[in-house]
Structures are given as structure tokens and as C-alpha cells.
């Protein structure tokens, strides 16, 4: 179970922000997101807009190794007029880990 909030900036005047999320164990994408925001709000004069979203999800994995794993979340946004960041004013985010025994 993962769960935090992400924050998109857009600096120019385009009102659509698609940013992508992805759960990774070790070097593996084993779940990827896409979220597209439409940020319509009171803009500053360079066309500025920020929004802080919540996001959850939820991921069975069956990693099938006895080994240390590693699991990490990471994004990226697709406009390149703008910029998005995790944990954004030290907000947490959380990946709660499950073993279901057979």
C-alpha cells in the first residue's frame, strides 16, 4: 500500500499537467500511474499554478526471491514547462509492506 501526495507546478499557460507515478522493486517498474490534473485556479502573472494532490494505491507483488528487496516510488511529469516533487513541505509518504504467508 503506498500513499502520499504530489506536488505540480505548471509555469506556463497550459491548464493540464500529466505526471506519472511508478512502484519499483530493486531496478523493476512493477506498477506505473498516470494522473493528468487540470489546474484551473486564480493564476499569478507568469501564469504560475501550483497543487499539492493526494494519492494512494495499492500493488500485490510476487517478487518470488528470499533476498533483500527494495521497494521505492518515483515520478516524473510530462509537460517540461513545470516541475513535480514528493513529500513536498516535509508531507510523508508512506509504502506499507504485507507478507501474505501461503
Known sequence: MVSGSIRCLRTNS????INRTRLMRNATAVQTR???LYLRAR???DNALAM???FTFMYQDSPATT??????????????LGS??????SSPTTIILMEIGA
Open 67 to 80: 533476498s533483500s528487496t527494495t521497494y521505492k516510488i518515483q515520478g516524473s511529469q510530462d509537460n517540461a
Open 34 to 36: 498516470s494522473n493528468t
Open 52 to 54: 499539492v494532490v493526494p
Open 84 to 89: 513535480f516533487s514528493f513529500q513536498y513541505d
Open 43 to 45: 493564476q499569478t502573472s
Open 14 to 17: 497550459d491548464e493540464t499537467v
